[in-house]
């Protein structure tokens, strides 16, 4: 399926505004001098090792150890 320009050029702008919102948010819910939420922090501290663990299953998942 091909997309003419004007379709082209509503998809960037959409691409674009959810990325901005999204990377926007953060900023808005937690403002200057509220302290951020226990939750997030335990996920800021946890999510890392998480997501490198998952990175590595899935990695290893179509490996065969057993020549």
């Given at each position: 399926?091909?997309?003419?320009?004007v379709?082209?050029?509503i998809?960037?702008?959409?691409?674009?505004?959810?990325?901005?919102?999204?990377?926007a948010?953060?900023?808005?819910?937690?403002?200057?001098?509220?302290?951020?939420?226990?939750?997030i922090?335990?996920?800021?501290?946890?999510?890392?090792?998480?997501?490198?663990?998952?990175?590595?299953?899935?990695?290893?998942?179509?490996?065969?150890?057993?020549?």
């Amino acid at each position: 399926m091909t997309q003419t320009a004007v379709q082209s050029v509503i998809t960037l702008l959409a691409i674009a505004v959810v990325t901005f919102v999204l990377r926007a948010l953060p900023f808005m819910l937690f403002r200057g001098n509220k302290p951020v939420p226990p939750f997030i922090s335990y996920l800021g501290k946890v999510l890392p090792f998480a997501v490198i663990g998952m990175l590595v299953v899935y990695c290893l998942k179509d490996v065969s150890f057993v020549s």
